[in-house]
C-alpha cells in the first residue's frame, strides 16, 4: 500500500463548476501538507501549502486538512479552462524530510 | 528569472551511455532534492542535500547513480551505464528552512 494515495481521474468538468481533489495517506506523522499544480512536460509549481489541520484559502482555490481521518483535499471554485492540469498532492513529517507525492489527478476543464 | 534552473531540458541517449543533469537552485535555499517521475506517477525522491552535504538517499538510487552539490550551489546527477527503464523526468526542486520546495522544469531523459 502506498503511503499517499490520490485518484487518478481522468476527471472532466465544465467551466464554472467546483472541483474536489483529495488525498488520503497513512503515516499519522505527516504534518505538513501541499498540492501542486503541473502542465504537461513542465516541473510542478507550488499551489498551496499548509501545516497540520485546518482550511486555506487563496483566491479560488482552498485546501483543507483532516489529520484524524488522514484526509486532504483542493477547492476549486469557479474553475477556468486554464486550470486543466494534474494535481499533484504531497507531504512531509518534518521541514527537511523528502515529500511523499500521490499519483496526481488530471484535470480537464471544459469551455 | 530567480527560480530553480535545470538542464538540459530534454537528453536523448543511447543506452549504456552515462549523462549528466544540473540543477540549480534558488540562490538563497540551502536544501536541494532530486526526484524522479514516470509518467502517470507522482514525483519520487532519490537524494537530498543540505549545503554540500548529502544527507539522505533513496533505495531508488542503484550505483549507477551519484550526485554532487559541490560548495553548496548547484548540483549534478551523473547516471552511469543508462537502460531503458532510466527514461523519465528528473526533477530537481529547493526549498528554504520550511517544508515549501519549489521545482524547476525539469530534464527529460530518453534512453534508446
Known amino acids: 500500500q502506498k503511503e499517499v494515495e490520490q485518484d487518478p481521474g481522468p476527471l472532466s468538468v465544465p467551466e464554472g463548476a467546483i472541483v474536489s481533489l483529495n488525498c488520503t495517506y497513512s503515516n499519522s506523522a505527516f504534518q505538513y501538507f501541499m498540492w501542486y499544480r503541473q502542465y504537461s512536460r513542465k516541473g510542478p509549481e507550488l499551489l498551496m501549502y499548509?501545516?497540520?489541520?485546518g482550511n486555506k484559502e487563496d483566491g479560488r482555490f482552498t485546501a483543507q486538512v483532516d489529520k484524524s481521518s488522514k484526509y486532504i483535499s483542493l477547492f476549486i471554485r469557479d474553475s477556468q479552462p486554464s486550470d486543466s492540469a494534474t494535481y499533484l498532492c504531497a507531504m512531509s513529517a518534518t521541514t527537511a524530510q523528502k515529500l511523499v507525492f500521490g499519483q496526481g489527478t488530471r484535470l480537464t476543464i471544459n469551455p | 528569472d530567480t527560480g530553480v534552473s535545470q538542464n538540459p531540458r530534454h537528453k536523448i541517449t543511447k543506452r549504456g551511455q552515462n549523462v549528466t543533469f544540473r540543477c540549480d537552485p534558488i540562490?538563497?535555499?540551502?536544501?536541494l532534492y532530486w526526484y524522479r517521475q514516470t509518467l502517470g506517477q507522482g514525483p519520487e525522491f532519490l537524494t537530498y542535500?543540505?549545503?554540500?552535504?548529502?544527507?539522505?538517499k533513496s533505495r531508488l538510487l542503484s550505483d549507477r547513480f551519484s550526485a554532487e552539490r559541490p560548495k553548496g550551489s548547484f548540483s549534478t546527477l551523473e547516471i552511469q551505464r543508462t537502460e531503458q527503464g532510466d527514461s523519465a523526468m528528473y526533477l530537481c526542486?529547493?526549498?528554504?528552512?520550511?517544508?515549501?520546495?519549489?521545482f524547476g522544469q525539469g530534464t527529460r531523459l530518453t534512453v534508446v
Open positions: 526542486a529547493s526549498s528554504p528552512t520550511g517544508a515549501k520546495a519549489f
Open positions: 540562490s538563497e535555499h540551502n536544501r
Open positions: 499548509t501545516y497540520s489541520s
Open positions: 542535500f543540505q549545503n554540500e552535504a548529502q544527507l539522505e
